[in-house]
């Protein structure tokens, strides 16, 4: 009798052994926090992510259960649950492995790909950090100082319009900027501090508002370094740079950096560009107890630069000029950003977090461009200039709440944004010679404030993840303009809802199905809001993804999507005029392809290939292509990264033909570009070399269809001016770690 009794006891505690909750922690070799490990449950397929204390908490844990810890850049760990007391597992850095990857389900599981791809091929140039999304090109085509043009999905997307662009959720993109709605510089970003890159294409995440149509970038740069570095870099075209990484504290709570960054060249111009940056950067991160982690981040970027501008090609093809040259090589400009961040992390309970962040940005800029040389003014020319004095505040807050059930589990969230730009003296000139004004198009002080909310939740059914959520945001849009006699305050308000609902079905730990969709926007400039009476002022876009993400073989990662768009008004920048115009709707579709492969332990493939279809949908066929609207992109690279210390690596981009203007009876040629880069670590030094454009291939960064006149044209002429792209350019590197 008593035998049966411990019997039936000890079945008893099995039993309720079976229903416990296991908590735990996870850190790395220094005892400091990981968080966003993987960790699933092999016998229920159940799995969670650690946070950013490193916690994690897992439902309906079994005595004998295999628990697998998974995290990029880290040795995975097998433990196997003997009780439910609380864990603590320790992971230890490696080199990446495909193997390794579990796709988990998650709404950003394609995340995995960037990462991937910084562990294999780390960034070197604020330029890199942007090509690192897949199927996102860029061009530069006034000085490298001058924020990037960006493609995307079928978008000219200009510096900004329709992606939103943030770094550790501070905001880049600059509305109502005296340049171009939207205008994001990255610059301020030293690319060794990044640690990770958290993309999605398309409308879909609550948590994005003004600008996420193409979709949104958030830069996350670390929070502790594995070493000290001094990094000098030399190259062609009197190029030089030097990095200083230097750690203040590196504790198991405590972790402290500073780093900081001269850049100077003067590129492969004719006319020197005379191009200098100048970053520094500091970031501290403290848990100060066990529920609250706080971190405090101040950064300073200042540039200046001189530039060829754009080239008609009848000036190359006449003899007047080469590739390299300029009609007018007065262009540049100056721009400057001092950023300070505040961030608050408190675990209120087991399963409830939030998640705070509160900013503020000074930022200056001032930009002479001359895209029509002597259109408007045969006897000065068509000099203009662009400038801003700004400041931004800012705050966000996120609370997100975990529930178990027994046969749903997930989480909801809220969220709350308040955005306020004050841009003072925001004009658009004409001048002569960068120093005269000649005549003032526009002057005066723009106040635009951005107010949002948003709910959601994640439900996990089974093998089923469901995310429906909807967004709120009002905007507050005020302009003074300084140009009229009597003082008045024109002022305009809309609010939008965007609604949106993600499907999900993991078969396995090997195979995601998807459909994603949802409602987006993007906003306009304060002045032409004004203008307009408040009109179309927050036209909405409307798309859905559908496809898959799997791993055929443990060392294949593959993703497969096709898309749909449709943008209910586009905008186009006139930058000599100052306005933005309205170009009617569109209609995209297309396919993104995305490949990586490790063949060998020190091997990597990657593929990166996007097809659009991009059409003006109010034009007649044959008038209804959108300029420079990029059809077809290929991204491909192959990296070795040795035990032994050798790494290297080629890539090869291809942007295709593509219509410069609605008819098409104008074309952007398209190129393609080779670069390499190699070297070897020994234990505290490296010494590597950079090849851009290996082939030495005659290509063009950025292209227009413009009208123009030169000075001894009697008329004006529509064809293509372009930035040529970088020629063969051979820069090398010394890096110290201590």
Known sequence: MKRVVFVALSFLLSLQIAAQTLKGTVVNTQE??????????????AHTHSDEFGKFMLENVSKGDTLHFSHIGYESKIFIVK????????????????????????VNALNVITAIDIQTDPVNSSQDILRKVPGLFIGQHAGGGKAEQIFLRGFDIDHGTDINITVDDLPVNMVSHAHGQGYADLHFVIPETVEKIDFGKGAYYADQGNFATAGYVNFVTKERLDHSTIKLEGGQFD??????????????????????????TDGPFESPQNF??????????????????????????????????????????????????????????????TNILLNHD???????????????SKYDFELFSNFTFFLEDPVNGDQIKQKENRTIFGFNSEYKKVFYGDKINGHWVAGISLRNDRSRDNELSRTLNRSQVLQRIQLGNINETNVGGYVGTTLQIGKWMLNPSVRLDYFNFQYNDALVTQY?????????????????????????????????????????????????????????????????????????????LYVEQEFVYVGDAGIVEPSGETRRQGID???????????????????????SINDPAGQNFIPLAPDFTLVSGLNVLFDSGFYGGINVRHLDNRPANEDNSIVAEGYTVADLNMGYRWKDVSLGIQIQNLFDTDWNETQFATESRLQNELAPVEEIHFTPGTPFFLKASLQYNF
Not at 94 to 101: C, P, Q, R
Not at 346 to 360: C, G, N, P, R, T
Not at 594 to 600: A, G, I, M, V
């Open 276 to 337: 200098n940056r100048i970053n520094v950067f500091g970031k501290y991160t403290g848990y100060i107890n066990a529920t609250d982690k706080v971190g405090v981040t101040v950064s300073h970027f200042t540039s200046k630069w001189d530039a060829s501008g754009q080239v008609p090609q009848r000036a190359i093809d006449n003899g007047l000029i080469t590739r390299f040259g300029a009609i007018d090589d007065t262009e540049g400009g100056n721009t400057s950003r």
């Open 83 to 106: 009780n439910n007391e609380p864990l603590t597992i320790t992971l230890q850095s490696k080199s990446i492995a495909l193997d390794e990857v579990i796709l988990a389900p998650t």
């Open 593 to 615: 392809l995305s490949y990586r492969y490790q063949p060998l332990s020190w091997l990597y493939w990657s593929v990166d290939a996007n097809y659009t279809h991009a059409r």
């Open 346 to 360: 408190k675990m209120i309970s087991d399963s409830e977090s939030l998640k705070s962040a509160a900013y503020m």
């Open 32 to 45: 400091q926090p990981l968080q966003e490990v993987n960790i699933l449950n092999k016998k229920t397929d």
């Open 488 to 564: 008045q305050t024109q002022k305009e308000t809309n609010a939008i809802v965007s609604p949106k609902f993600n499907v999900f079905y993991n078969t396995s730990d090997k195979l995601q199905l998807y459909v994603k969709t949802g409602k987006g926007f993007h906003s306009n400039d304060t002045r032409v809001v004004v203008a307009e009476q408040g009109r179309e002022i927050l036209p909405a876009t409307y798309g859905f993804d559908t496809g898959f993400i799997w791993k055929p073989t443990p060392k294949m990662f593959f993703n497969l999507a096709y898309w749909y």
């Open 239 to 264: 190029t030089f740079r030097l990095l200083s990484m230097f750690n203040l504290l590196n504790e198991a709570k405590h972790n402290a950096y500073v780093a900081s960054e001269f850049l100077a």
